[in-house]
């Protein structure tokens, strides 16, 4: 299989200074772009800017994330800024008039109207997004913020080594309530990224009936990943140390295809030396924990592990192994990368401005030596499995923003005018140090 990427028209219009990263909106045809102190919102619609959000941060925001869950005419997102605060804004819409994504999209845009002299009035617009709520308790700059399938945690990590858990309680969707649940500081370094497992069959596989459905994982300048899970009621353990990379993880990504049998979702990993990873849980069976679990009620989990006593448990650590390395294609840094939900294609992208695109080859044996699985989080690794997957480049854009750094690239679902299926076909979206918002056609061969 084959594959071409080609530039679409960038959004307009250009933002003139360093963006960092470009979150598409998970169910709305919107894209949060993160730059200096502000965010731009951005129509996936019109590929032009819809709303922006100012005012709220001191110094400039490197992170944002949507929440899921809310009503459709509700928006709401989470800026991280290296002012050490992360920050809950609000779109104030007319509920009786907006009921879709793209009644949405035309009430607020309506907002921003010309002037006499031909120059957008913004006033109005303004007032649209309300920064409601600060969250601080990080001692330095967030790096990472992330929302859990739900919407009830957002986690988000500093370079104080820390990663912090907030829980959304308020009664109301409108209510503004949020509690800490956990601080983790297991890692000996920054940390850079979070990321939760996302709401596949899956995702409940390994818990075993002693920890929640949410999985947390988190990526480290001590070179490590760590997963999280939440053990009792608000108290969240490290139940897996992942080494390999000999460099800065800059960030991680679960799988979001569901798995043929249920299996728990794989996790991407990529680093400052150059690699990029995929793990995998080595999962074990639980029919002796299903028994328990039915013995002890549906409530296991909250209530502190079915009431067996700590000596009895078993092992909190999960043996995870890396079951493939990519290709290596950049000679630089890889500051991200992102996994499509719909056709299981990862993108790459960093310092040397490249972007890349990989397929899995289900035909591979697994003696590949794509395949890899000594750099797991057990002592002894073991020999290569059946489940080690070898991965093919398929195409490569040098050079993708000219001589800039490109920070993020993601997949998101298109909805211009140009798509033929819209909300159905996906594209990427490149964000780099131009401040220029790149949208590119993928088509495979």
Same mark, same amino acid.
């Given at each position: 299989? @084959?594959?071409?990427?080609?530039? $679409?028209?960038?959004?307009?219009?250009?933002?003139?200074?360093?963006?960092?990263?470009?979150?598409? !909106?998970?169910?709305?045809?919107?894209?949060? &772009?993160?730059?200096?102190?502000?965010? &731009?919102?951005?129509?996936?619609?019109?590929?032009?800017?819809?709303?922006?959000?100012?005012?709220?941060?001191?110094?400039?925001?490197?992170?944002?994330?949507?929440?899921?869950?809310?009503?459709?005419?509700?928006?709401?997102?989470?800026?991280?800024?290296?002012?050490?605060?992360?920050?809950?804004? #609000? /779109?104030?819409?007319?509920?009786?008039?907006?009921?879709?994504?793209?009644? $949405?999209?035309?009430?607020?845009?309506?907002?921003?109207?010309?002037?006499?002299?031909?120059?957008?009035?913004?006033?109005?617009?303004?007032?649209?997004?309300?920064?409601? $709520?600060?969250?601080?308790?990080?001692?330095?700059?967030?790096?990472?913020?992330?929302? #859990?399938?739900?919407?009830?945690?957002?986690?988000?990590?500093?370079?104080?080594?820390?990663? /912090?858990?907030?829980?959304?309680?308020?009664?109301? +969707? +409108?209510? +503004?309530?949020?509690?800490?649940?956990?601080?983790?500081?297991?890692?000996?370094?920054?940390?850079?990224?979070?990321?939760?497992?996302?709401?596949?069959?899956?995702?409940?596989?390994? %818990?075993?009936?002693?920890?929640?459905?949410?999985? =947390?994982?988190? %990526?480290?300048? +001590?070179?490590?990943?760590?997963?999280?899970?939440?053990?009792?009621?608000?108290?969240?353990?490290?139940? %897996?140390? =992942?080494?390999?990379?000999?460099?800065?993880?800059? @960030?991680?990504?679960?799988?979001?295809?569901?798995?043929?049998?249920?299996?728990?979702?794989?996790?991407?990993?990529?680093?400052?030396?150059?690699?990029?990873?995929?793990?995998? $849980?080595?999962?074990?069976?639980?029919?002796?924990?299903?028994?328990?679990?039915?013995? %002890? @009620?549906?409530?296991?989990?909250?209530?502190?592990?079915?009431?067996?006593?700590?000596?009895?448990?078993?092992?909190?650590?999960?043996? /995870?192994?890396?079951?493939?390395?990519?290709?290596?294609? !950049?000679?630089?840094?890889?500051?991200?990368?992102?996994?499509?939900?719909?056709?299981?294609?990862?993108?790459?992208?960093?310092?040397?401005?490249?972007?890349? =695109?990989?397929?899995?080859?289900?035909?591979?044996?697994?003696?590949?030596?794509? @395949?890899?699985?000594?750099?797991?989080?057990?002592?002894?690794?073991?020999?290569?499995?059946? #489940?080690?997957?070898?991965?093919?480049?398929? &195409?490569?854009?040098?050079?993708?923003?000219?001589?800039?750094?490109?920070?993020?690239?993601?997949?998101?679902?298109?909805?211009?005018?140009?798509?033929?299926?819209?909300?159905?076909?996906?594209?990427?979206?490149?964000?780099?140090?131009?401040?220029?918002?790149?949208?590119?056609?993928?088509? &495979?061969?």
């Amino acid at each position: 299989m @084959g594959a071409k990427i080609e530039p $679409l028209p960038p959004f307009t219009p250009d933002l003139y200074q360093r963006a960092w990263a470009s979150v598409p !909106h998970p169910t709305l045809p919107l894209l949060a &772009t993160a730059h200096a102190n502000s965010v &731009t919102v951005f129509s996936l619609s019109t590929l032009s800017k819809h709303s922006s959000l100012t005012g709220g941060h001191s110094r400039s925001v490197r992170t944002v994330t949507w929440q899921p869950g809310l009503k459709s005419h509700q928006l709401r997102l989470v800026t991280g800024s290296f002012d050490a605060s992360a920050g809950l804004w #609000s /779109w104030n819409g007319d509920s009786n008039e907006v009921t879709s994504g793209e009644r $949405l999209e035309v009430d607020v845009t309506s907002h921003t109207k010309p002037t006499q002299e031909g120059e957008e009035e913004e006033e109005e617009e303004k007032e649209d997004w309300e920064f409601n $709520l600060v969250l601080e308790g990080h001692e330095n700059e967030i790096k990472s913020v992330a929302f #859990s399938p739900s919407g009830q945690f957002l986690a988000t990590c500093s370079r104080d080594k820390t990663v /912090w858990i907030w829980e959304d309680v308020g009664v109301e +969707d +409108d209510d +503004d309530e949020w509690e800490t649940l956990a601080v983790l500081n297991d890692h000996d370094a920054d940390v850079k990224a979070v990321a939760w497992a996302p709401d596949v069959p899956g995702r409940t596989r390994g %818990a075993r009936g002693k920890y929640s459905a949410d999985v =947390l994982a988190s %990526a480290s300048y +001590d070179n490590t990943v760590r997963i999280w899970r939440e053990e009792g009621e608000g108290e969240w353990v490290c139940v %897996a140390c =992942l080494e390999g990379h000999d460099g800065t993880v800059w @960030g991680l990504q679960f799988e979001s295809c569901p798995r043929s049998g249920d299996k728990f979702p794989r996790l991407l990993t990529w680093s400052a030396d150059g690699s990029i990873r995929i793990w995998r $849980l080595k999962e074990e069976p639980e029919e002796e924990d299903d028994e328990t679990a039915a013995a %002890a @009620g549906s409530s296991v989990f909250r209530s502190g592990l079915g009431g067996i006593p700590n000596t009895m448990r078993r092992s909190l650590r999960e043996d /995870w192994e890396c079951t493939a390395v990519l290709p290596k294609v !950049h000679t630089r840094e890889i500051y991200s990368a992102t996994w499509s939900a719909k056709t299981g294609m990862i993108a790459s992208t960093g310092s040397d401005g490249t972007i890349a =695109l990989y397929a899995e080859d289900d035909k591979s044996s697994p003696t590949d030596p794509s @395949g890899d699985t000594e750099m797991a989080n057990t002592a002894d690794a073991e020999t290569k499995e059946s #489940s080690s997957s070898a991965w093919k480049v398929l &195409t490569t854009v040098p050079v993708a923003h000219g001589p800039y750094e490109i920070n993020h690239i993601t997949w998101c679902k298109r909805f211009d005018s140009g798509a033929e299926r819209k909300g159905e076909q996906e594209m990427l979206v490149t964000t780099g140090d131009d401040g220029v918002i790149r949208p590119w056609k993928v088509t &495979t061969q």
